[in-house]
């Protein structure tokens, strides 16, 4: 990210001149107060939004020029995790995740090997058949990182992935993010989680009205809940 | 960017299962989509109805033509022939002057009848003449002018007269005509409605869409691969909707023709036959229906791709 500038329709300016550089493999809490611009930062790196000003790429992709037709594209080497999951209510747990490989036309039998693998990655293979509806928070959150994970992306990037789960069901999710990083997959997670940033120590960036305001390794969250 | 043929198949496959899981929307489009094409079909019946009458009515219309009396019947034959070649004519019968007679009797009651005593044989006052059948009865017009047109070519002036009901016959087709442009019009105002309606369903619809095809964009899915389901979807709903109207329709129409033909012979309006009718209504239907889905499921993915 280069000189990154952001400026919404409506005169709000969320970025304001970001520079930073997320190496491979690096595992990256963004932390900040409520509207600091962490969302923006996050909603740039898998082009939900365009950067008004300056240089951005992921996995050697021009963000900024990217024509709308090979946002697909792009989409399909960043794993996305959302703190309210995001599947489609009415498929199941398999086919939520299968349907990512789906897009990418993968063969029907890799199809099927992979996603029972992943699912079995994040311990959920004997819930396969389950519609989101009848999993709880942690499951269902566990079935979106399958999913984010199916196609071997570069970057997972978790917008407070445990925002709405109990500290019990976090832990879990930490550990299976901990795991994909291990795996050799960069994770850029922005999160409100003191506890969870301050035990499993990673690099820390915050971010404060638009800027950057602390970039430390294995930092800690530094703000009073 | 070609589609593999094994994800063309997974689209047939989406786009099916999808009416399944949207159980209670699919069937309010089906059902939307049966009430609007069930009146459309109703009206359509009843126009295609009106048009046989009005058709049946206008094929009696026929021109009468009367010859100078005392002509020879080489010189009928001839002039038989010479109206017979008009390419607007289908048929000209000879009516001699004995069945002009028997004609006339008919037509009157009893005591009218005794007046025409003593006019027969050598007293028949009549003239021998043709009924002049045409192809398309709105022609009559026209044929009687070039029959009258036939009789001036020639010195001898062998016509008497040329008949068809001038003036009520141009008010009837004024009639029919009328008859039939105000059912065109009813049956096209009915198509808009059931845009309309369905439209209505449509964009209830939309409202469930819009996260799922966020989310499915958010995975990477390109803009063909989403819409492609839903428009296998609409196809189904809309083929459905209209094979199930088109079943109701023709089993009530077969019904109520049977009570009219059986429960009510003294109707003198024939009604058309399921035969005949049968596969225009449900062809129309058919291809309506399939469009109406179409239409709907693409205009309810539009709107939405461009997140």
Same mark, same amino acid.
């Given at each position: 990210?280069? $000189?990154?500038?952001?400026?919404?329709?409506? /005169?709000?300016?969320?970025?304001?001149?970001?520079?930073? #550089?997320?190496?491979?493999?690096?595992?990256?809490?963004?932390? %900040?107060?409520?509207?600091? %611009?962490?969302?923006?930062?996050?909603?740039?790196?898998?082009?939900?939004?365009?950067?008004?000003?300056?240089?951005?790429?992921?996995? @050697?992709?021009?963000? %900024?020029?990217?024509?709308?037709?090979?946002?697909?594209? #792009?989409?399909?080497?960043?794993?996305?995790?959302?703190? $309210?999951?995001?599947?489609?209510?009415?498929?199941?747990?398999?086919?939520?995740?299968?349907?990512? *490989?789906?897009?990418?036309?993968?063969?029907?039998?890799?199809?099927?090997?992979?996603?029972?693998? #992943?699912? $079995?990655?994040?311990?959920?293979?004997?819930?396969?058949?389950?519609?989101?509806?009848?999993?709880?928070?942690?499951?269902?959150?566990?079935?979106?990182?399958?999913?984010?994970?199916?196609?071997?992306?570069?970057?997972?990037?978790?917008?407070?992935?445990?925002?709405?789960?109990?500290?019990?069901?976090?832990? /879990?999710? *930490?550990?299976?993010?901990?795991?994909?990083?291990?795996? /050799?997959?960069?994770?850029?997670?922005?999160?409100?989680?003191?506890?969870? #940033?301050?035990?499993?120590?990673?690099?820390?960036?915050?971010?404060?009205?638009?800027?950057?305001?602390?970039?430390?390794?294995?930092?800690?969250? @530094?703000?009073?809940? | 960017?070609?589609?593999?043929?094994?994800?063309?198949?997974?689209?047939?496959?989406?786009?099916?299962?999808?009416? =399944?899981?949207?159980?209670?929307?699919?069937?309010?489009?089906?059902?939307?989509?049966?009430?609007?094409?069930?009146?459309?079909?109703?009206?359509?019946?009843?126009?295609?109805?009106?048009?046989?009458?009005?058709?049946?009515?206008?094929?009696?219309?026929?021109?009468?033509?009367?010859?100078?009396?005392?002509?020879?019947?080489?010189?009928?034959?001839? !002039?038989?022939?010479?109206?017979?070649?008009?390419?607007?004519?289908?048929?000209?019968?000879?009516?001699?002057?004995?069945?002009?007679?028997?004609?006339?009797?008919?037509?009157?009651?009893?005591?009218?009848?005794?007046?025409?005593?003593? &006019?027969?044989?050598?007293?028949?006052?009549?003239?021998?003449?043709?009924?002049?059948?045409?192809?398309?009865?709105?022609?009559?017009?026209?044929?009687?002018?070039?029959?009258?047109?036939?009789?001036?070519?020639?010195?001898?002036?062998?016509?008497?007269?040329?008949?068809?009901?001038?003036?009520?016959?141009?008010?009837?087709?004024?009639?029919?005509?009328?008859?039939?442009? !105000?059912?065109?019009?009813?049956?096209?105002?009915?198509?808009?409605?059931?845009?309309?309606? !369905?439209?209505?369903?449509?964009?209830?619809?939309? =409202?469930?869409?819009?996260?799922? +095809?966020?989310?499915?964009?958010?995975?990477?899915?390109?803009?063909?691969? +989403?819409?492609?389901?839903?428009?296998?979807?609409?196809?189904?709903?809309?083929?459905?909707?209209?094979? !199930?109207?088109?079943?109701?329709?023709?089993?009530?129409?077969?019904?109520?023709?049977?009570?009219?033909?059986?429960?009510?012979?003294?109707?003198?309006?024939?009604?058309?036959?399921?035969?005949?009718?049968?596969?225009?209504?449900?062809?129309? =239907?058919?291809?309506?229906?399939?469009?109406?889905?179409?239409?709907?499921?693409?205009?309810?993915?539009?709107? &939405?791709?461009?997140?």
């Amino acid at each position: 990210m280069h $000189d990154i500038w952001k400026t919404y329709p409506d /005169g709000t300016s969320a970025l304001q001149g970001v520079n930073v #550089v997320i190496d491979r493999n690096e595992f990256v809490y963004i932390v %900040g107060p409520s509207g600091a %611009g962490k969302s923006t930062f996050m909603k740039l790196i898998y082009r939900e939004e365009v950067p008004t000003k300056g240089q951005l790429s992921v996995n @050697g992709f021009n963000i %900024g020029k990217l024509k709308p037709r090979k946002i697909p594209y #792009v989409r399909r080497n960043i794993g996305v995790v959302f703190q $309210d999951f995001r599947l489609l209510p009415k498929l199941t747990a398999y086919e939520n995740v299968a349907f990512a *490989m789906e897009v990418i036309e993968a063969s029907k039998r890799s199809i099927r090997r992979r996603t029972m693998e #992943v699912l $079995d990655l994040v311990g959920l293979k004997h819930k396969a058949n389950s519609l989101p509806a009848q999993l709880s928070g942690g499951e269902q959150q566990r079935v979106a990182i399958a999913r984010a994970i199916v196609n071997n992306p570069a970057v997972i990037v978790a917008d407070e992935p445990t925002g709405n789960l109990d500290p019990e069901t976090s832990w /879990g999710i *930490m550990k299976l993010l901990e795991e994909i990083n291990f795996r /050799g997959t960069t994770i850029v997670m922005a999160t409100h989680n003191k506890e969870i #940033v301050n035990s499993l120590r990673k690099r820390v960036i915050a971010i404060e009205r638009g800027s950057i305001v602390r970039d430390e390794i294995r930092g800690e969250y @530094g703000y009073e809940v | 960017m070609a589609m593999k043929f094994s994800t063309l198949l997974r689209h047939l496959r989406e786009g099916f299962k999808n009416v =399944l899981r949207n159980g209670w929307m699919s069937f309010a489009s089906v059902g939307s989509i049966i009430v609007s094409l069930f009146i459309l079909g109703v009206f359509m019946l009843l126009a295609l109805n009106v048009d046989k009458l009005a058709t049946q009515i206008e094929s009696q219309v026929e021109i009468r033509v009367y010859v100078q009396l005392g002509t020879e019947q080489a010189r009928i034959d001839e !002039i038989n022939r010479t109206i017979g070649r008009i390419p607007e004519v289908k048929k000209v019968t000879f009516v001699s002057k004995e069945e002009g007679l028997e004609r006339l009797r008919e037509n009157l009651d009893d005591n009218a009848k005794t007046a025409l005593q003593g &006019y027969e044989n050598e007293n028949n006052p009549l003239p021998d003449g043709f009924d002049v059948e045409v192809f398309d009865p709105q022609n009559v017009a026209y044929v009687a002018k070039q029959i009258q047109a036939i009789n001036d070519a020639n010195a001898d002036r062998p016509i008497m007269g040329v008949n068809y009901g001038q003036g009520t016959v141009e008010k009837l087709f004024r009639i029919t005509n009328a008859v039939r442009n !105000i059912g065109l019009v009813i049956v096209a105002g009915l198509a808009i409605m059931a845009m309309f309606l !369905i439209s209505t369903t449509i964009k209830m619809t939309i =409202l469930a869409r819009r996260r799922e +095809i966020g989310i499915m964009k958010l995975v990477g899915a390109t803009n063909n691969f +989403i819409r492609w389901p839903f428009f296998v979807e609409g196809v189904l709903i809309g083929l459905g909707g209209a094979a !199930i109207t088109s079943a109701i329709l023709m089993f009530g129409y077969s019904q109520l023709i049977d009570t009219a033909q059986y429960d009510m012979g003294l109707m003198l309006i024939k009604l058309a036959g399921v035969q005949e009718v049968g596969w225009f209504i449900t062809g129309t =239907l058919l291809i309506l229906g399939t469009l109406l889905g179409i239409w709907g499921s693409v205009v309810s993915v539009r709107k &939405y791709l461009k997140v």
